[in-house]
């Protein structure tokens, strides 16, 4: 028995300690470490990865590379002296804190990569993408030609019941008026007045409410960046791009130098096909060259060979000069998510202004918001709600109750 509960104990440690490569987990590692200088299927600061494993003299060795190439230098190996030689002398950057589990799950992504064509992954998908941007829309137009229809059925069915009644009348020998054509009777007259009264106040009211606001803006872009691509797919954190919003009054449009931190390295497109609203196919290989027109960059030379100039991208979420907007406030104090006011971002090709940004819709989020109150040094002035949470007076706190609603916390 003493042997089976031993041999059952190097068992289960063996399968606890050996474990498959997990080619998802080195995705992301590999896209947040590698992607800046590797490419697996061709050369760009850094070799082709396809078939790595294959050129070095041992896994081993690979790994104290990966971790240290500057250590695997000092020993003089010949592989990493000619590697290093050929690529201008140019030093890896170290990664001291990745796991041999960590190293192993890159070598397999790239390894599930490298049975991959170039530029064939994830290519049937442009249809249902396109068709995606075509479908999203507003039905208000559809339900307003519907309801027309129904209500002219309604004064024809109406028409008729009168001729009938009247083919009825004369039928049985009883004297009728003629009836009196719809566009010459007085009723219907005075209830196509109210409707269009009606109709008319709504719109014209809706208008001037709405009146500087651009919910649902959507401007052409000098480069289409696909939000979808960059944040979606690639799960590129949104303050990578937009640093400001956690701490500063605005987010910041970020400069071409954090684009090319990533796109000396890539310089083609190969994810699924992109579409503007209307259905039109982008090249975004040619959007990435646009790209290295403004900023000057050659991806032949790998070197920027002519100044470059700003790419003037249209500002699409613009509040009036009145307003007082903090997005650190927000973020870092508020624990807002992007998503709160911009929508869902991660699956926009095209980013439009998603939410009205009015004043009354600020407010609703406000009287609805729960601040974290508790953990928050800020909100340790506020004694009263303190003492109401600790007795179970109220379960938590909103903005409107700290004032989030006071007309010179955003109108200063």
Known sequence: MSVLILCAGLVLSVSTTVKAADPSAGKTLFQQNCASCH???????????KGVQERWPSGELLHQWIRNSAAVLATGNEYATNLYNEYNKQAMP????????DIDNILAYIAQESTKEQGGAQAGTGAAAGGAAQDSGDNS??????????????????QINSNLN????????????????????????????????IVGGYFTINGAIGLGRQKGYMPEQPIHYSHKVH?????????YCHAGAEKSKHAMIPSENICMNCHKA???YTGPDLFTAEGKKINGTAEIQKLYDYVGWDPQQQQYTKPGRPIEWTRIHTLPDHVYFNHSQHVVAGKQQCQTCHGPI?????????AELSMGWCINCHRTTK??????????????????????????????????????????
Do not use: W
């Not at 009247?166 to 009777?185: C, H, I, M, Q, S």
């Open 39 to 49: 490419n697996v299927h061709k050369r760009v600061t850094g070799p082709a990865l």
């Open 94 to 101: 170290a990664f001291p804190s990745f796991t041999d589990e």
């Open 141 to 158: 137009l559809l339900f307003g030609i519907i309801t027309l229809v129904l209500a002219i059925v309604a004064l024809i069915l109406m």
């Open 166 to 197: 009247k083919l009825a009348a004369d039928k049985e020998g009883v004297a009728t008026p003629e009836p009196v054509p719809f566009y010459r009777n007085k009723a219907y007259i005075a209830l196509g007045i109210v409707v269009l009264f």
């Open 231 to 239: 944040v979606g797919m690639n799960q590129i954190n949104c303050l």
């Open 266 to 268: 890539i310089s083609e």
């Open 346 to 354: 991660q699956d926009m090709d095209e980013v439009h202004q998603f």
């Open 371 to 412: 601040v974290q109150f508790a953990e928050n040094k800020y909100y340790s002035i506020f004694e009263k709600f303190h003492q109401e949470v600790k007795d179970g007076k109220i379960d938590s706190v909103t903005v409107e109750m700290v004032g989030g609603t006071e007309c010179q916390k955003c109108h200063y």
